[in-house]
């Protein structure tokens, strides 16, 4: 069975940090493009914060640049989130999702994780 598993999440003060953990069953991260997206209040349309590829190449939205930092363990088969200097906007359930490499359009994921909740409280 193909899974995604977020772990991670919790309730944090402002200003301060957390390390979300993606981890992958059934298939392997190597050849996939694996992205953390978030739903929360006015955010449903955001979309991927993150995406790293298995080159080792991320891009990031502009408004987490710089804060947040997409990493991946294709040996571990798991891809991290960290997040620093949270704010409370950032309050959110995230997900990571995937989808191949090959049929990577900059947009859509076919694989997606049950989501884990960041509260940012100030």
């Known amino acids: 069975e193909v899974r995604l598993v977020e772990s991670g999440g919790g309730l944090v003060q402002a200003g301060e940090s957390l390390r979300l953990s993606c981890t992958a069953s059934g298939f392997n991260f190597d050849g996939y493009a694996v992205g953390w997206i978030r739903h929360g209040p006015g955010l449903e349309s955001e979309g991927a914060l993150c995406?790293?590829?298995?080159?080792?190449?991320?891009n990031y939205m502009a408004h987490v640049n710089g804060r947040f930092t997409i990493s991946r363990d294709n040996a571990g088969n798991t891809v991290y989130l960290q997040m620093n200097n949270l704010k409370t906007e950032d309050t959110a359930t995230y997900y990571c999702?995937?989808?191949?490499?090959?049929?990577?359009?900059?947009?859509?994921?076919?694989?997606w994780g049950q989501g884990t909740q960041v509260t940012v409280s100030s």
């Open positions: 999702a995937a989808v191949a490499e090959n049929e990577y359009d900059g947009d859509k994921f076919d694989i």
């Open positions: 995406v790293s590829m298995s080159d080792g190449m991320a």
